[in-house]
């Protein structure tokens, strides 16, 4: 069996193991577990046991940072799934998805303003230097 294949079916991972995988740090783990994002469990020494519902959790918050969103919305949608179950949280999602693509939209029209502003100074400056270097 390959190392791949093992790792699929892993049961539990240890936080060193997350982040390894993720190439995060321990301490962002940590953080999300203090903002209520993962609930790993504990063993009897203390060390945190995370299963593999946390390790999709993690994927999802790394995807949702990775997209823009805040950890309170990403938050929002995980629990959604708790609470309401899939479809609710597909919905959530939408609308977050909805958002962030007029954000995204505003965004591009202002660069593309501040890029034709450039162009035009540009422009400018380039007939300038043509008049004092004839």
């Given at each position: 069996?390959?190392?791949?294949?093992?790792?699929?079916?892993?049961?539990?991972?240890?936080?060193?193991?997350?982040?390894?995988e993720f190439?995060?740090?321990?301490?962002?783990?940590?953080?999300?577990?203090?903002?209520?994002?993962?609930?790993?469990?504990?063993?009897?020494?203390?060390?945190?046991?995370?299963?593999?519902?946390?390790?999709?959790?993690?994927?999802?918050?790394?995807?949702?940072?990775?997209?823009?969103?805040?950890?309170?919305?990403?938050?929002?949608?995980?629990?959604?799934?708790d609470?309401?179950?899939?479809?609710?949280?597909?919905?959530?999602?939408?609308?977050?998805?909805?958002?962030?693509?007029?954000?995204i939209?505003?965004?591009?029209?202002?660069?593309?303003?501040?890029?034709?502003?450039?162009?035009?100074?540009?422009?400018?400056?380039?007939?300038?230097?043509?008049?004092l270097?004839?």
């Open positions: 069996m390959n190392r791949k294949t093992s790792e699929k079916r892993k049961n539990t991972y240890t936080i060193s193991e997350l982040a390894k190439d995060i740090s321990t301490r962002t783990i940590r953080y999300y577990e203090e903002v209520g994002l993962l609930s790993p469990m504990r063993t009897a020494g203390n060390q945190r046991v995370f299963t593999r519902k946390d390790r999709a959790k993690l994927k999802l918050i790394l995807r949702g940072k990775r997209l823009g969103f805040s950890l309170d919305e990403i938050k929002e949608m995980i629990e959604m799934y609470v309401a179950g899939e479809p609710e949280q597909i919905k959530l999602a939408l609308k977050y998805g909805n958002k962030k693509l007029q954000e939209d505003e965004k591009i029209k202002e660069l593309e303003l501040l890029k034709e502003e450039i162009l035009n100074i540009k422009e400018m400056l380039i007939k300038r230097l043509e008049e270097e004839k």
